[in-house]
């Protein structure tokens, strides 16, 4: 058997894998560095998984010019070729070499992946499909903290950017010069609005889409940023009795002092939304105060 026909007769070996669901800007690096913290899990260091689904599904394949992935666009041979990108990725892609790569995968075993990509808000349905024994993990944020770290990265094409979108944007009539962070469906209705509005309605279409597959699915975990902030042994615990871990020195010692995460634009503080985009903030709240209570935050 050939080298190549190993790796295939070996792939995929994703088990109980565990997806992080989030808003952008919501705190998921953080929850995710703090998960691969755990001996038993295993994921795409220090990045998402994004280039993976449109490696499967370019934006110029799309009938929807969006981040929003459907049951039917993906048949059987498109999951299991994701399944298999995710676990290769996984376990080979800090390799800087093709046989490093290789010896990887030859070498690794069943997984338990982790994964935070932001835009599989949208993806949540074929994610199910392909993984019917995932847990899910939805990580929610004050609304107003997590709005103003949105506006504040917009700026950030290279970080956080869409610039396979840009060719896509009017060069008229648009309040932004390119989008950021994943695409909800119908996101060129709204580049006629104040960056602000953007920014709300964004996050409103992320939530909604993972609290709607919630309340389909049924279960999921639920976890409050701010609690993974303040109480972050007690909240890592938490997960992992949920989760089936073992919390180990290594664990206790990163979620008791974790640094800084790498997508972190400025320091965090409890006011710092306020100082930077209060009254942009209160101007746009009552477009979202619906999904806001939902999440149970009183503001």
Excluded at 268 to 281: C, M, T, Y
């Amino acid at each position: 058997m050939t080298a190549l026909s190993r790796m295939r007769h070996r792939l995929p070996g994703i088990e109980r894998p565990v997806f992080v669901i989030a808003p952008p800007r919501s705190g998921s690096t953080l929850l995710f560095e703090s998960l691969l913290q755990f001996e038993e899990l295993t994921g795409l260091s220090h990045r998402e998984a994004e280039p993976v689904w449109w490696w499967t599904l370019p934006y110029a394949r799309r009938r929807d010019l969006s981040d929003a992935v459907m049951l039917a666009e993906l048949n059987r041979l498109r999951r299991s070729e994701l399944r298999a990108l995710l676990y290769a990725f996984a376990v080979a892609g800090d390799s800087r070499t093709w046989p490093g790569r290789i010896g990887s995968l030859l070498r690794a075993g069943t997984i338990r992946y982790v994964d935070k990509t932001i835009s599989n808000c949208f993806h949540l349905d074929v994610i199910a499909s392909m993984f019917p024994d995932a847990t899910f993990i939805y990580l929610i944020r004050e609304p107003r903290a997590n709005i103003a770290s949105m506006i504040d990265g917009w700026p950030e094409l290279k970080r956080f950017g869409k610039e396979a979108l840009t060719p896509y944007i009017p060069p008229a009539g648009s309040s932004v010069p390119h989008w950021t962070f994943p695409a909800p469906p119908g996101w060129r209705s709204v580049l006629d609005r104040p960056l602000p509005e953007i920014c709300a309605w964004s996050w409103q279409q992320h939530v909604q889409a993972m609290m709607d597959f919630r309340d389909r699915q049924g279960g999921g975990i639920v976890v409050r940023y701010e609690d993974l902030v303040t109480h972050p042994l007690e909240t890592t615990d938490k997960l992992a009795q949920e989760l089936d871990l073992r919390i180990t020195d290594r664990v206790k010692a990163y979620v008791q002092n974790p640094p800084l995460s790498r997508t972190t634009i400025s320091p965090p503080s409890p006011r710092k939304w306020k100082d930077s985009h209060g009254q942009e903030i209160a101007e746009v709240l009552p477009l979202i105060r619906p999904t806001v209570a939902s999440l149970g935050y009183d503001i």
